[in-house]
């Protein structure tokens, strides 16, 4: 039986993306040759990755913006340092949000390129909030944010507006809600939520802002080079930009981002509404920054985990346990996760109270 998996990442992909792939991995476009074979430099999967730069720009309304998309090796956190490298001027500074775990990895690398000014920081909290109200440096090169923290399940419904470069880390959230995409100059996200297997990164970049540091980069680390070999500057991660590019085409399917946002807002106010109404669970973030992808959750009584971790799993409920820095329970919903996954959660919930009450 297939498993309504909550997994933080890598995570459940739409059931055609897992059809779809295995089919690739078989005979690619009746090719008489798998996915993992072909050559990066084939017509076919030229066009793969053509497609899924395009894609993704038309998916954020950024076609003819000015943005290129990138499908780069090294996970999110290379661009905590290809950030940095790419944009920090000599002598310059840049300014970065601390709003959870990965913000402040993305610190800790741009330290190594020069002043990195936190304006504000929830870290005293356990990031249980947001940080805002903060003052921006008028003279940084670019201000840093992460759009949603995975393990802590806030997430940002506001960002500022700022007269320079604005980078986000949308790793858990990117393809999941409405943004004015346009307001970011750099856009990064892993695929391994809301778009692929692991393996890629998605990058949108404003490409006016390249190129004005006056740095020598690495070739592999500058985002100039990448753009200019269309994302083949070497050997892309040609399965998982295909399964990401399947991920693209089921949520164009669907009706874009504007629909399954309205989704996403369904099921995250079902599990919401329950870990509110049910005495014996309390949620771990600041409500109004409730992430809609990642919900934490706790128990009131610890005494009550035997018997809910018993009868979530009986359910066919896979990777719900927190992370060890928040405890309880986090159940992440990306844009694949079925409303059906939720509602079974849900029930699970209600069945603990029915028999603790007893
Ligand atoms: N940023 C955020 C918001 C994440 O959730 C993660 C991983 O979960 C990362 C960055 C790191 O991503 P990667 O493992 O692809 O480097």
Redesign the pocket.
């Known amino acids: 039986m297939k498993k309504h998996n909550y997994s933080?990442?890598p995570c459940i992909l739409p059931q055609e993306v897992f059809e779809k792939s295995a089919e690739a991995i078989l005979n690619f476009n009746n090719s008489g040759l798998s996915i993992l074979e072909i050559s990066h430099r084939s017509k076919d999967f030229v066009a793969v990755m053509d497609e899924a730069r395009a894609l993704a720009l038309d998916l954020l309304g950024l076609t003819g913006k000015g943005y290129q998309a990138l499908f780069l090796a090294?996970?999110?956190?290379?661009?905590?340092l290809m950030v940095p490298y790419n944009l920090m001027k000599e002598n310059g500074k840049a300014a970065y949000l601390d709003s959870?775990t990965?913000?402040s990895?993305?610190i800790k690398e741009a330290k190594f390129f020069g002043e990195t000014v936190v304006v504000a920081s929830s870290k005293e909290q356990n990031y249980n909030h947001v940080p805002k109200g903060y003052e921006v440096p008028a003279d940084a090169n670019y201000f840093h944010c992460?759009?949603?923290?995975?393990?802590f399940g806030t997430q940002m419904k506001e960002f500022p507006n700022l007269d320079m470069p604005i980078v986000c880390?949308?790793?858990?959230d990117i393809f999941s809600r409405v943004l004015d995409f346009s307001k970011f100059d750099i856009i990064y996200?892993?695929?391994?939520?809301n778009m692929g297997p692991?393996g890629t990164?998605l990058v949108v970049i404003k490409e006016e802002i390249l190129g004005k540091n006056g740095k020598t980069i690495p070739s592999m680390l500058d985002y100039a080079k990448h753009i200019k070999a269309e994302s083949m500057y070497n050997t892309p991660p040609v399965f998982p930009v295909y399964a990401s590019l399947l991920t693209l085409q089921w949520l164009k399917k669907l009706g874009g981002i504007p629909a399954i946002e309205k989704i996403n807002n369904a099921k995250a106010t079902l599990l919401y509404t329950e870990i509110d109404r049910n005495p014996l669970f309390k949620g771990a973030a600041a409500v109004e920054d409730r992430s809609n992808m990642n919900a934490t959750f706790l128990l009131n009584d610890e005494a009550h985990t035997p018997i809910f971790d018993a009868l979530w799993k009986e359910a066919g409920i896979s990777g719900l346990p927190g992370h060890r820095s928040v405890g309880g329970y986090r159940a992440s919903m990306y844009n694949a996760l079925p409303i059906e996954s939720v509602q079974v959660l849900v029930d699970v919930m209600k069945d603990l109270e029915k028999k603790v009450s007893k």
């Open positions: 933080a990442g090294g996970g999110a956190s290379l661009e905590f959870g990965w913000a990895a993305a992460t759009s949603n923290n995975t393990i880390d949308m790793s858990s996200a892993g695929a391994q939520k692991a990164t």
